[in-house]
């Protein structure tokens, strides 16, 4: 049994719903076998727990473990390709890079990569794009498994306009989705998803397949793109033009619904807002990602106002590394700057998107996403080192909400020095 002593941040209310940030100055949070048990104050705690292990965190802040909706696995060498469209950037910066997973030794040295950026960054949950390969599919999710994170990933599927290498056939594709599956889906913290990687490389019959694997096995995920790019849309829209838009190339193959999270939805009409809504899908916003392929503003308030999910998503590689801090502080430039109208963001709003948005799209809500009673502790330390502008920030912050916008600001994955995944530490 452990007693972590800190100053902690979270957002168990929501604050697009007029929640607020929770802030405790010097909070004890009891924690045993990975479950938080008690939330009080420090001589309380001990008194109740006169034998629980004391790990004292006062000289920093405490958040929940970060969630990362989209980030793609086989692209962490491709991060910071300047200068690029989202075809361009495919062509030129992406595809090769994805290509040489074909070689299993080449996807196990990157799964490893991939994990430490995750957990140097503070993130415990992620929906990652997988690989084309199913071999290397299978290194991420067995490496994952290792490591303890709440990852949920699949088979990259595509069966047109990209190499030929990456394509696959429907039958292989069914195959070797339902063999991963098989292995993978319910094991410790990793799920499946569903991914053909977009309606652009992905005919109607694959999509269709895959909705077929979905209706068979009750409870995997699904996970593509949307709506990102005008030339993408264009695409998809001549490729499909029996469908009534993007979203609906993926609705008509059964593949929308409550456990599906589409990637961007930068230029959505109000018909697919009005459908994500309907089922229940969620979207993630990749500000980073956004900015560096300039694919446009993410219409926030549409999808607040629509009644769409919203969380955070790295999309690492387009997106510049993996820190959800930057992608928060990203997503609050992006609002003010946006001609259309952008929402104004708080830091509360920051932290929400990053944390328990993340864990409420990811259906993870019941164990994460917050630092209550009755959750697992995943949970991020920011501890920067004294001196730092961020330690200096801290110090002289004028409020919570302060401090917390001043973390968004300046925070680093180096900033962050303890990562803790159901009470194991991950990072630290
Ligand atoms: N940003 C981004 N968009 C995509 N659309 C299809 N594939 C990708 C990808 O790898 N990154
Ligand atoms: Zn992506």
């Known amino acids: 049994m452990f007693i972590y002593r800190a100053r902690v941040f979270d957002t168990p209310t929501d604050p697009f719903a007029g929640g607020e940030l929770r802030s405790d100055a010097d909070l004890a949070l009891v924690v045993d076998d990975g479950l938080i048990i008690a939330r009080t104050d420090y001589p309380s705690a001990v008194a109740a727990h006169p034998d629980a292990e004391v790990i004292d965190l006062r000289s920093g802040v405490l958040i929940p473990g970060l969630v990362d909706t989209h980030v793609h696995y086989p692209q962490i060498r491709a991060i910071g390709y300047l200068g690029k469209p989202l075809l361009e950037w495919l062509d030129h910066c992406a595809l090769p890079e994805e290509a040489k997973l074909g070689d299993e030794a080449y996807a196990q040295t990157l799964a490893g990569e991939f994990l430490t950026g995750l957990t140097s960054a503070g993130t415990t949950s992620a929906m990652v794009f997988g690989s084309h390969f199913a071999t290397a599919v299978d290194a991420l999710f067995s490496q994952a498994a290792e490591a303890g994170l709440r ?125 994500m809504a309907e089922v229940g899908a969620a979207s993630a916003h990749c500000p980073t990602s956004n900015s560096n392929l300039a694919s446009g503003f993410f219409p926030l308030r549409r999808h607040i ?54 864990a409420e799209a990811l259906d993870l809500s019941d164990d994460v996403g917050d630092l209550s009673v009755g959750k697992r502790f995943d949970a991020a330390y920011i501890s920067p080192a004294a001196g730092q502008p961020l330690a200096v920030g801290l110090e002289h912050a004028s409020s919570d909400e302060d401090a917390l916008a001043k973390i968004f600001a300046m925070g680093t994955p180096a900033d962050i020095t303890r990562v803790w995944v159901d009470g194991g530490l991950v990072k630290g």
């Open 151 to 275: 990852i949920t990933s699949g088979l990259v599927t595509s069966d047109r306009i990209l190499p030929e290498e990456l394509l696959t056939s429907v039958e292989r594709s069914v195959s070797e989705s339902q063999g991963l599956i098989d292995r993978w889906h319910g094991k410790g913290h990793l799920r499946y998803a569903l991914t053909p990687r977009f309606s652009f490389s992905a005919g109607q019959e694959l999509l269709a397949a895959g909705g077929q694997v979905v209706a068979d096995n009750p409870g995997i995920w699904v996970t593509s793109h949307l709506n990102e790019n005008h030339d993408e849309i264009a695409g998809v829209a001549e490729m499909f033009p029996e469908a009534r838009d993007y979203l609906d190339t993926y609705d008509r193959a059964g593949l929308l619904g409550r456990r599906t999270i589409m990637a961007h939805n930068v230029h959505p009409s109000d018909r697919e807002l009005a459908r």
């Open 305 to 358: 106002e629509a009644g769409v999910r919203v969380a955070l998503g790295s999309d690492v590689g387009a997106g510049t590394g993996f820190s959800l801090l930057k992608e928060g502080v990203q997503a609050y430039f992006m609002q003010q700057l946006d001609p259309s109208g952008g929402l104004p963001l708080s830091s509360a709003h920051l932290l929400h998107l990053a944390t328990a948005a993340g």
